[in-house]
């Protein structure tokens, strides 16, 4: 059963160039969250999409959009990028909103610095 | 202030030990508490999941809730070098709500 697929596994990118990170969620699960983890810091909430819509979202800047396809995955985007984008982002799966007993599961991550 | 506030250690411990984690939270909503485990170079991993006050345990791992003194705790016996990881708690207000973590706390158990 596979897990939380997140792609690419690092990338550096230049400051204001935009990046799309991706997310497959595990298998049967239907939202996806993404989170920003800076370095020693815990993960922080960017936003939530349920079918194909967002449904919640943090403290971040326009610049930061994401997309839901009608396969459950997703996209993050980030544009005109800042040295302090540089961080994990995680995205975690769920089922119907609901993190149930299980909470959400994680993928690894993608490890995005910006020079 | 921040809503959720975790002593980040480090904390080191000898094999065998027991250790206490703790984080501190601010807002009342919050009903649901969870405990990750993050390995380097990797995801959070769920530990336990608790709604409300209360204990659970599971295997080497207990989580206390104290939602009047807005504080859970996670405790590990008989520590393992390979609990060494980073410890996130995280809260949230509503089942499939946004999770507010901790900075972490970063254990290493020394064999």
């Known amino acids: 059963d596979a897990g939380v697929t997140q792609s690419p596994t690092h990338l550096i990118k230049t400051r204001g160039q935009q990046v799309t990170l991706r997310c497959s969620p595990k298998s049967g699960h239907d939202t996806v969250s993404w989170y920003q983890q800076a370095l020693g810091q815990g993960p922080q909430f960017i936003f939530q999409?349920?079918?194909?819509?967002?449904?919640q979202r943090g403290n971040f800047p326009d610049r930061f959009s994401g997309h839901q396809f009608p396969n459950y995955s997703s996209e993050l985007n980030v544009n005109a990028l800042l040295l302090g984008d540089s961080a994990l982002y995680l995205c975690a799966s769920s089922l119907g909103q609901v993190a149930t007993n299980y909470g959400y599961t994680f993928g690894s991550g993608t490890r995005l610095t910006v020079v | 202030q921040k809503e959720v506030e975790q002593d980040p250690g480090p904390l080191s411990v000898p094999e065998g030990a027991i250790v206490s984690l703790n984080c501190t939270y601010s807002?009342?909503?919050?009903?649901?508490f969870m405990w990750y485990r993050q390995y380097s170079r990797k995801g959070p991993e769920l530990l336990m999941y608790t709604y409300s006050s209360g204990n659970k345990e599971d295997g080497r791992f207990t989580a206390q809730v104290d939602k009047s003194s807005k504080y859970i705790s996670l405790f590990i016996r008989d520590s393992q070098p390979s609990d060494s990881a980073t410890y996130l708690c995280?809260?949230?207000?509503?089942?499939?709500?946004?999770?507010?973590f901790g900075e972490g706390t970063q254990l290493t158990v020394n064999p």
């Open positions: 807002n009342s909503a919050f009903q649901y």
């Open positions: 999409y349920y079918e194909e819509e967002e449904r």
């Open positions: 995280a809260m949230g207000e509503t089942s499939g709500s946004r999770l507010t």
